[in-house]
């Protein structure tokens, strides 16, 4: 990467992004503390105020769902490849539409904490398990997306300092993660929700107003805008035809769709999203909920694609990408070029606490697994009191949160975005086919619960350790060695299917559960248990 202090922010832009920074930390610190739960109850640390208006818990929703990857990276992608990135935004906004119209409203009726919660109501006789089963596929998909969060806050920190020293790099992952602790330990369900309002808020004002001075500069002509685009991209209307990234074979192809598969699938099964839906205090502030959640992901994915579109008119393709190949600098040159220093340091906070809302969302429901899942019902067998289960889940966020700072160090080089994609698999792969499994297939076993876990968790690890990802191509982990013999970076096209196939196995195989229990399970899905 290019050293870009002098192309991206200068020295004033620098110093003020890191007041801004300063100040929102210490604000949302301070309203952590006195939102967090001052009674040993597990109810309000996992769960929160259940009594939010529609718009906070879809704002909340929102925080959860839209990373700096959609900030940074989709923008980037739209600016480099045009059309194919602007299709590649169309799943991420897609992918609501499944959790609104199939997920939401029967998960939340039948879950309590956890989908733990749920499976377990469906297989009480096996319960212990599959609650293991689902805390550690949970943990997978949360420390992956949390390292992928740790890692892009290098990544940022880069645009501004150039390749950072081993010393910078551990300063800001150390100062990153304490904070995640600080915000998920200490705040637990309440805390994060505040955050994630206050970083949706932020997110949609940001890059709305971003939009609107690029829609303004073109005096709101879309044609012109995309005229503009394609002129400076160097590839003339080729960058707004489809092929620049996706498509130009059949292997691009289905690693475009597999990696849409896994988004779109993969969102429903995320545990921080998860938990966000069981939330609301009823089903109708949930439905409600969600369709705010939705209307805000399409505005921000919308913005997202004009910010590309206008960073390549306005910069320039060729310097988008000899600043930063990735493309993850394209949001911050537009913003220098647009209004100077002071929008670079508002765009540039807003991406670092993007980073942090949505590290402490995942660090929350890793934590709550296990300590709920895991401690609670498999290891204390459901005598553990709320006290000692509360004391459990904030030390588990701890340890999670320092487990995923080596580990973000370790995993530097990597692409952030790569990372993110594979919690999303394995989402898909494995929590998916359960869940799906649990609330609409009366015949579902345990047998079926855990094949589709374990073997969706451990094929999509495999079959990425055997990619590109890792061996065999310049910007892989290891580029010098060659062992990938599965061509897709990302591998929801096939681990997706096998998740779903293991499952129906498993449960084929199998002797069915206790009479009755899916009857139960089945009204409370759709009546609820208010």
Known sequence: MVTTAAVVADRVSLQLTFLLFLGVVV??????????PHRDEIDEFYLGNRTMTPLRNGLAMCGDYVSVATLLGSTGLVALTGYDGLLYLCGTAVAWMMVLLLIAEPLRNAGRFTLGDTVALRMPARQRSVRLAVSLCTLAVATL??????????????????????????????????????????????????????????LVAGVGVTAVMVLHRYHWNIGALLTAA??????????LEPGLRYGAGTTST??????????????????????????PRSSSVLRTSVVWATGLVGFVCLAAGVLGLGATAVVGRETIARTDHTGDAAVLLLAHALGGGLLTALLSCLAFVTLLAVAAGLTLAAASSLAHDLYGEVIRKG????????????????????????????????????????????????????????????????TGALLSLCGGLLCSILLVVFSPVVSSTPNSLYPSADFAWFPLQNPGIVSIPAGFLLGWLGTVLSRPEVPGVYEDFEIRALVGAE
């Not at 394609?230 to 960058?239: E, I, K, N, V």
């Not at 475009?256 to 938990?275: D, N």
């Not at 588990?396 to 700072?405: K, S």
């Not at 580990?407 to 898909?428: H, K």
């Open 383 to 446: 005598r553990a009191d709320q006290s000692e289960e509360l004391l459990v889940a904030r030390l588990a966020a701890a340890v999670i949160g320092v487990l995923g700072m080596p580990l973000a160090l370790v995993s530097w080089g990597a692409n952030s975005a790569t990372l993110a994609f594979l919690a999303f698999a394995i989402a898909a792969s494995a929590l998916l086919p359960t869940l799906v499994y649990t609330l609409f297939w009366r015949r579902f076993t345990a």
């Open 254 to 279: 289905l690693d475009f769709f597999s990696l849409q598969l896994a988004i779109v699938l993969g969102l429903a099964a995320l545990p921080h999203v998860m938990m966000r839906l069981l939330a």
């Open 145 to 202: 997306y949390l390292v992928a969060q740790l890692v892009g806050s290098v990544a940022l920190l880069t645009q501004f300092t150039g390749e950072p020293s081993a010393a910078t790099k551990t300063l800001c992952v150390v100062v990153i993660g304490t904070i995640v602790i600080v915000y998920a330990a200490l705040g637990g369900m309440p805390g994060a929700t505040f955050i994630q309002i206050v970083k949706a808020v932020m």
């Open 27 to 36: 604000v949302t610190l301070f309203s952590v503390l006195l939102t967090a």
């Open 230 to 239: 394609a002129d400076h991209s160097g590839m003339g209307t080729r960058f």
